[in-house]
């Protein structure tokens, strides 16, 4: 049977079909939905970790008792769980494991651009890459088997392209394999100094044996029959160059297998063509590899380092005609905001009015960074407002009665709690705001540990945001409303002016989620509307300026009535 699906669900099918007993991940932007649709096989148990560390050490703990286990992170989720990935290369697994890691070229969602190639060769452990939704699913079971038969770990990228396109996948049956029976063994397993030197000559030795596989798996393919042009290329870049080059026009290496490359493979087909031309998103690993074996090739010549490839791209790179794709007629620019009701919204008001200085993290609330609001100042990582609050308060004396930290509830749980342990251990009077809207929103609406449910939706332990910051040893702990605006500023003024750390719990469940009941849409009175634009000022996609008054969308607006706390008119009214 085939059919359509996502780059993500091919994999979670192949992880399905390969008898994978274990899904552990944190969900992040390419890569959430490979757990996601992973969740709709029975046979898997899928959970979400509190972060990626947890997450691949879950999985090792599968691995460990003998079965095949998996986790999935976006591409700086790989940072997270680098400290795993390092020693897991010399301890090796027992059932098979793979490590999914979505890159995002471009940053459609993320902080920053990362080719998490380079990681494979660090860590020393073999990375494959689709090109497709069906190659997707039939590599994860090459992937299982490379990493039962070599005792390593697999890293398996894939980028936000591939991911998220569709194209025809043939199931097949599930084959459940025989669980590896565990065996204690601490020369392999306990990773002291005396028995990790003793794995770093087996590491190196595997590495050689994995590039004779893949000189001659098949895992990397030659098509095409051209003898002037040859063109090594990868995953979705593979498709780009396809459908640029017909097969006598270009003698194509696709690379599936990033590390270790195919050395003999790939001086075999340089002398096969006349020009050998590397197409690679990212960094030039392919290109600088095969420099090193003495061969003349081009790359970064013809392209950019930076963001993502087309056919377009391709084509021009070569000096090569293509229709032009249709462009659509100009539309006027759409930039993300936070949604109408959104709970964060009131409170980023506030913060905006009082001038106060943001540390920021990740999450729906780094859209409180644009204007009108303009209440951030900074962004960094997962974790990092928590941590960063309290270097710039303990490095700048008086700091602490304008600055604060904003954290949504699950990066808090991610990595804010070490954060805010510090500011408790080392002594700094700081005033951090935890958004709990009651869910993972930025990834769509995943569950974490302080919403009660895991993720089949199934009633789960509930973390006590209050009881956990007073454990750490924050005495100073209150929870407001974020739709109410004086409750926000009193609190925050309270706050900044104590004499010890605290902690301010911004509480109102995201507005679109399922279980929300949201009252009528707000109307303005266009009588008693005097032009001053406060309102605006919210930045709410529900408000407009029309005619010379505002004017609230019914269709858009949820009726939290922060903007009637900002009317001196009282000319926006609940209801029609």
Not at 161 to 179: F, I, K, Y
Not at 192 to 199: D, E, F, N, T
Not at 279 to 302: M, P, Q, S, T, W
Not at 455 to 474: M, Q, V
Request: aromatic residues 6%; proline residues 6%.
């Amino acid at each position: 049977m085939k059919r359509l699906m996502l780059g993500n669900e091919g994999i979670a099918r192949g992880l399905y079909e390969a008898g994978c007993e274990l899904v552990s991940s944190y969900p992040g932007t390419p890569s959430t939905e490979i757990t996601e649709f992973a969740a709709k096989y029975a046979e898997i148990d899928c959970e979400w970790a509190p972060n990626e560390k947890v997450a691949l050490e879950t999985a090792f703990g599968a691995s460990l008792a003998g079965h095949r286990a998996a986790c999935a992170m976006k591409h700086v989720g790989l940072n997270v769980a680098a400290d795993p990935l390092f020693t897991l290369s010399y301890t090796g697994i027992n059932g098979g494991l793979i490590i999914f890691v979505a890159d995002d070229p471009a940053m459609h969602s993320s902080q920053n651009e990362q080719d998490s190639r380079n990681y494979a060769i660090a860590s020393k452990i073999p990375m494959f890459e689709p090109s497709d939704s069906d190659e997707a699913r039939r590599m994860v079971h090459t992937a299982y088997e490379v990493s039962e038969k070599f005792d390593t770990p697999v890293l398996f990228r894939i980028c936000t392209r591939a991911a998220h396109s569709q194209s025809l996948v043939t199931e097949e049956d599930r084959r459940e394999p025989v669980a590896v029976p565990y065996e204690k063994k601490p020369a392999k397993y306990v990773m002291m100094p005396g028995y990790a030197k003793l794995k770093h000559p087996i590491v190196e030795e595997r590495t050689q044996r994995l590039t004779d596989y893949a000189n001659n798996s098949g895992i990397n393919e030659i098509s095409g029959t051209s003898e002037e042009l040859g063109i090594i290329t990868s995953g979705i870049c593979y498709q780009y160059v396809r459908e640029t080059f017909s097969e006598d026009e270009a003698k194509v290496l696709k690379i599936g297998m990033h590390n270790p490359l195919p050395t003999e493979l790939i001086k075999d087909f340089a002398s096969s063509v006349k020009r050998v031309v590397v197409v690679e998103e990212l960094d030039d690993i392919i290109e600088k590899h095969c420099k090193a074996l003495g061969l003349e090739v081009e790359g970064r010549n013809l392209f950019s380092p930076i963001g993502e490839y087309s056919q377009q791209t391709v084509a021009k790179a070569f000096g090569k005609a293509l229709p032009e794709a249709h462009a659509p007629e100009a539309l006027p620019a759409r930039p993300p905001v936070m949604c109408s009701g959104c709970p964060h919204r009131g409170l980023f008001y506030v913060i905006s009015k009082m001038k106060l200085t943001v540390l920021g993290d990740i999450g729906c609330y780094t859209l409180g960074a644009q204007k009108p609001l303009d209440a951030l100042d900074s962004v960094l990582c997962m974790g990092a407002s928590v941590s960063g609050l309290h270097g710039f308060v303990k490095s700048t004396p008086g700091s602490e009665k304008k600055t604060v930290a904003v954290i949504g509830d699950s990066t808090f749980m991610h990595s804010g709690m070490t954060g805010l342990c510090n500011i408790a251990y080392n002594g700094t009077n700081s005033t951090v705001l935890i958004l709990d809207n009651s869910i993972t929103g930025m990834t769509g609406h995943q569950q974490n540990p302080t919403t009660g449910f895991n993720l089949r939706g199934e009633p789960a332990a509930k973390i006590d945001l209050e009881a956990l910051c007073r454990a750490l040893g924050i005495n100073r702990v209150r929870v407001i409303d974020p739709y109410n605006l004086d409750e926000c500023k009193t609190a925050l003024t309270e706050e900044l002016a104590a004499d010890e750390p605290s902690v301010i719990i911004s509480r109102r469940p995201c507005v679109l989620l399922k279980s929300v009941k949201t009252p009528p849409a707000m109307h303005v009175d266009s009588d008693k509307c005097r032009s001053c634009r406060r309102c605006m000022g919210l930045g709410c996609p529900s408000l407009s300026f029309k005619e010379g008054k505002a004017v609230i969308d019914s269709t858009l607006c949820t009726g939290c009535g922060v903007c009637a706390q900002l009317c001196a008119f009282d000319a926006i009214k609940e209801g029609n």
